[in-house]
């Protein structure tokens, strides 16, 4: 399901130019051209993130691509890349990680842990490095699947909820760590890719089973590269 996990990177405006997403493929970053031509960053003369097999990755607004990737003893890490080429480890020796998220205001980065049914959170610092990392976030898993979630790609709405790619559908989490609701697939494959998109970014697109799916909802969701913003008040829930 390459092809479509590919497709879920990037969410279509009305103008129909895509908008680069945070899922990144298994052999490597991809670039996106204007005209929507999908290109391994390979292929193009820089290269972000070489040496690195990506599992995961984000751009913040400032151009900075956070990753997650998998190094050659099968241990997880977190990598930052900034705009002028600069790579920097920020954390590593860890459980293999999948997909990550910045909150709205970019004060907390969420990381997905695919093996196990608990998610990082960190805290992110005036730098750009991280720091408190915490099991934060509560996966639901499917019975008899030993805690292993299959969590993937995330998205944030304005209200900074989660939205997780898993195998049981779309988790949607509260900023206090917890499941609120799960959107399965209609075809109740496990979800391969998620993105916000559309002239509002009130639809989310998800992908499973080879067919890729959309649902209108009632707040909008956040690029990766917007320009942070104050959250509203959140109570203990």
Known sequence: NAAIMTVL?????????????????SAGPFVFSPNGRI???AEEERVLGGGLHVTGLTVRDNGDVYLTARSMDGKGGLWRITSAGTKTQLDSGLEPLSGLAFSPDGLWLMVARAGSGLAYSYRVGKTGAVDAREPFYYVATEPGEAGESHAGAICMDTDGRPYVATDMGVQIFDRNGR?????????GAPVSGISFGGKDWK???AAGGGIIYKRTLNVPGVPSWAQP?????????
């Open 203 to 205: 639809t989310l697109y």
């Open 179 to 187: 499941v609120t609701a799960i959107l399965p697939l209609p075809n």
């Open 39 to 41: 290109t391994n960053a």
């Open 9 to 25: 990177s990037y969410a279509l405006a009305d103008s129909a130019e895509p908008q680069s997403c945070s899922q990144a493929a």
């Open 229 to 237: 913003v104050k959250l509203p008040k959140w109570g203990a829930g």
